[in-house]
């Protein structure tokens, strides 16, 4: 199977990066689609192709097809992608969904899974990003690896099962803990503290999991639990008690983690 022409299906962040990475390496991309016109005009002027907002308009002579949807609209459309276009190669580049949602559509199909958080306007360097890929083939699993090897050093061949627990750790990684930046610049920003003092905190937190276990580089009140801390803390958040909770939560879990060393 020789990959000459590529379709997005989809056009959010992935797709987005994704798709300018992949043109840039000099992959050719023929068509976007998008539900919107909005996001569909948007990527296809960025990457100077054609785009639409209609399955049945997608090129029926692609050789591959890359989906970046949210899980429950590929599901939803997965038939409608894959109809009159079978043996293409499809692959979906989601963490969570398995890559055997193309069995019984598809003849040849994969996954291709970036791990990296992706925001519209902020430029990523896909050599620092991971991909991690999976196919139904050793034509098709070839083809990816020398795709994503394109892209990034950081290539690793991983099954279904693997990538839903990795894209699980993802989220506490990544989503969990923006979620605690949120919170913590609602805080500051009600006594008039900017949050940039946050900034070198963070960074160093960040860099120190690159020589120490997680665990061995914990710090703060909950480590030790010292009770006079945490309940002073506790009592400050009496007035938002969903705060309140998650501090005294996440105090038990980081004192129980570190107290099983």
């Not at 996954?111 to 990003?129: E, G, W």
Request: hydrophobic fraction near 40%; proline fraction near 4%.
């Amino acid at each position: 199977m020789v990959q000459n022409k590529i379709v997005l299906i989809g056009a959010g962040n992935v797709a987005t990066h994704l798709g300018k990475a992949l043109q840039d390496a000099g992959y050719h991309i023929v068509q976007v689609y998008s539900r919107t016109e909005t996001s569909a005009s948007a990527l296809g002027n960025l990457l100077g192709v054609t785009y639409t907002t209609s399955l049945d308009a997608v090129c029926a002579d692609a050789d591959m097809y890359i989906v970046a949807l949210k899980d429950s609209v590929l599901q939803l459309l997965l038939p409608a992608i894959v109809k009159g276009r079978e043996n293409a190669l499809f692959v979906h580049t989601a963490g969570s969904l398995p890559m055997d949602v193309w069995k019984c559509y598809a003849c040849h199909y994969g996954v291709l899974y970036p791990m990296q958080t992706f925001s519209k306007h902020r430029k990523v360097d896909f050599v620092n990003v991971p991909f991690f890929v999976e196919a139904n083939g050793t034509v098709e699993l070839e083809l990816l690896k020398r795709m994503a090897s394109s892209l990034s050093p950081k290539v690793y061949e991983i099954n279904s099962e693997q990538r839903k627990y990795l894209h699980m750790a993802a989220v506490f990684a990544c989503n969990f803990t923006n979620h605690m930046y949120a919170l913590c610049d609602h805080l500051l920003s009600e006594h008039d503290i900017p949050f940039e003092v946050m900034l070198p905190l963070i960074d160093e937190t960040a860099r120190k999991v690159h020589d120490l276990k997680p665990v061995e580089a914990q710090t703060g009140p909950a480590v030790r639990y010292d009770e006079n801390v945490i309940n002073y803390h506790l009592s400050m958040l009496q007035d938002k008690p969903d705060m309140c909770d998650l501090y005294e939560r996440i105090s038990k879990s980081i004192h129980k983690t570190n107290d099983k060393l």
